[in-house]
């Protein structure tokens, strides 16, 4: 996926993302209000790749085989996690959702290790394709590298990837996707409990394209599935129809809006045709103190 210079990046140094929920454990800016030793052990997880080998549990991978991360109380860190949707659909429009996705993606991530957050990036396609992102300059190289290397394809069933990928508790989770995912409504009052269960606000960024906001063609086509091509549909399109997908498509964002904000989560729709710096410093403005 195409992704953004380092120069764009350093614009969002003022930012700052608000973690209103149960703080992730680490060693990071935000201090808890726990009493007891600065170093005080809390518990274990597994690793993720790009976490700090210095944690390791050495005596437990000789038991299990697997390497777990020890966790400390006192000073603790946001946790910011980041889903992304790379199934095929997300390759469309002039300006593919897929690079919105990846300039997002950066994005939040630079401006949570700022604050020395810890960041996890999560392709739903592929959940074993799992990073933690380090802080710093270090991060943005790691991050532009992974991002340069994920592909869109294929399809994606968001809630049982989630269900299999979410770990830890507490900070704030981003699902990124176009929502193209057929079962996605049906399933959202699930996937809004999942977070809720592990005690995390999620904000759904929901991408579209401009093409697919703003149809401005008529006429005969022929459409092809783009996760799937042996199915199709011809379709001749005038302005009674467009009018007719377009008070389908709003009433399905605001069914997805409402279902969000009434669970205390979030939501905002993003259109390829945005510039970056709108969505960022004003459509999301509520996330940061």
Sequence with gaps: MQTIELSELEKLKTLKLNIGRSLSLGEGMRRSSAKGRSAEFSGYREYI??????????????????????????????????????SRSMDFGEKLKSTLMAELTE????????????????????????????????????????????????????????????????????????????????????ILRLFAFHNTKLIILHILSKEELEIDEVGAFQLIDSEDESRDIKLTLDRVTVGQYQKALETYIRKVEEKAKAAGMGYQLCSTGDALREILFVKLRELYV
């Design 49 to 86: 790749p790009g976490d700090d080998m210095r944690y390791v549990d050495w005596n437990a991978f000789a038991r299990f085989d697997k390497l777990f991360i020890k966790e400390f109380m006192e000073e603790k860190e946001g946790r910011v996690s980041i889903y992304l949707d790379t």
């Design 107 to 190: 994005s939040i991530s630079y401006i949570a290790s700022t604050g020395k957050d810890m960041v996890y990036v999560t392709d739903l396609c592929d959940i074993r394709r799992n990073i933690r992102v380090p802080n710093g300059n270090t991060g943005v190289g790691y991050l532009k590298r992974w991002l340069t290397d994920t592909s869109v394809q294929g399809r994606v069933d968001i809630l049982d990837s989630l269900k299999r990928s979410i770990k830890g508790r507490g900070g704030i989770a981003f699902l990124i996707s176009d929502l193209m995912d057929e079962q996605f409504l049906e399933n959202e009052d699930e």
